[in-house]
C-alpha cells in the first residue's frame, strides 16, 4: 500500500493529473522518485498521440505545434519551468554563491527569467515545427529519460542547502533503492532509444548524459550542489537539447 501512497505523492507534486488527498509521511515519501519517471510516460503517451491525430482534430500545423509544445506544461502545471526561470536569473546576476541561493528562493520573476523563458518557447517551437513521428517516439522516451536522470541526481548529488524541496526528498528516500530504479529506468531508455533509432536514438541518449554532466559541474560551481529549482532547469534544458539534437540529426542523417 505504501508503494500507492509514493506514487500518488509523486503525481501530485510533479503533475496536474487529479489525485486522492492522503498525508505526506516520511514513510509514503520513501520511493516518491522510483515513480517520477513514470509521469514522464504520460507525457510521452500524451506526445505520441497527439503527434499521430492532432492534424486530424485541428487541420492547422500551428496550432497542432502550439499544442505540442503545451503538452507538458498543461500535464505537470510548468513546475519544472519554474525551476528553468528561477535558475537563469540567478545564473545571470553573476553574484555570488550564497546570493544566487537567496535569488532561487525569490517568487518574483526577473528580467533574464522573462526574456529567457521567451526564448525557450520560440526555439521549443521552431524545433516542435519540424518533427515527425520518428522524432517525437524518441523525444517520448525523452521525457522518461529526463526524468530519471534527475531523479538519479537527487538521491546522488551534493545538495547546496539542508533544507528545500531537493534536500526534503532525497532524506526521505531510500537512495539505494532509488538510485538502481533510476539507473534501470535509464537503461531501459537507451535500449528503446537505440532499438527505435539506431544512430538518432545513440545520439539523443549520449545528449542527455553530456546535459547531466553539465548539470553536475555547473550546479557544484555555481551554487554548491543542486536544488529544487536547479533539478527543475535540468530537466528542461536536457529535453530541449535531446529535442534539438534529435531534429537535426534526422535532418542531416536521414
Keep these: ?118 526564448c525557450y518557447f520560440i526555439l521549443d517551437y521552431g524545433v516542435f515545427h519540424a518533427v515527425d513521428m520518428r522524432a517525437v517516439r524518441l523525444l517520448a522516451v525523452g521525457y522518461v529519460l529526463s526524468r530519471s536522470l534527475s531523479g538519479l541526481a537527487i538521491v546522488a548529488f551534493q545538495k547546496a542547502r539542508k533544507s528545500g524541496l531537493a534536500a526534503t526528498f532525497s532524506d526521505s528516500a531510500q537512495k539505494k533503492t532509488v538510485a538502481i530504479t533510476m539507473i534501470v529506468y535509464i537503461v531501459a531508455c537507451a535500449a528503446v532509444m537505440i532499438v527505435t533509432e539506431p544512430v538518432i536514438g545513440t545520439i539523443c541518449f549520449i545528449s542527455a548524459l553530456m546535459v547531466f554532466t553539465w548539470y553536475r559541474v555547473m550546479s557544484y560551481g555555481k551554487f554548491g550542489g543542486i536544488t529544487g529549482d536547479l533539478a527543475g532547469f535540468f530537466l528542461q534544458v536536457c529535453e530541449l537539447v535531446m529535442a534539438v539534437v534529435t531534429v537535426t540529426a534526422i535532418h542531416l542523417i536521414g
Design 1 to 118: 500500500m505504501n508503494l500507492i501512497y509514493n506514487m500518488i505523492i509523486a503525481f501530485a507534486m510533479y503533475s496536474k493529473i487529479p489525485m486522492p488527498h492522503i498525508d505526506w509521511t516520511k514513510e509514503r515519501m520513501r520511493y516518491v522518485f522510483c515513480f517520477f519517471p513514470v509521469i514522464g510516460v504520460v507525457l510521452g503517451i500524451a506526445m505520441v498521440l497527439w503527434e499521430k491525430y492532432g492534424m486530424l482534430l485541428t487541420g492547422n500545423e500551428d496550432f497542432h505545434t502550439a499544442v505540442l509544445i503545451l503538452i507538458p506544461v498543461i500535464i505537470t502545471g510548468g513546475i519544472h519551468f519554474d525551476g528553468f526561470l528561477d535558475t537563469c536569473d540567478a545564473l545571470s546576476s553573476y553574484k555570488t554563491m550564497e546570493e544566487k541561493l537567496e535569488i532561487l528562493k525569490d517568487s518574483h520573476a526577473g528580467a533574464f527569467a522573462i526574456l529567457m523563458g521567451c
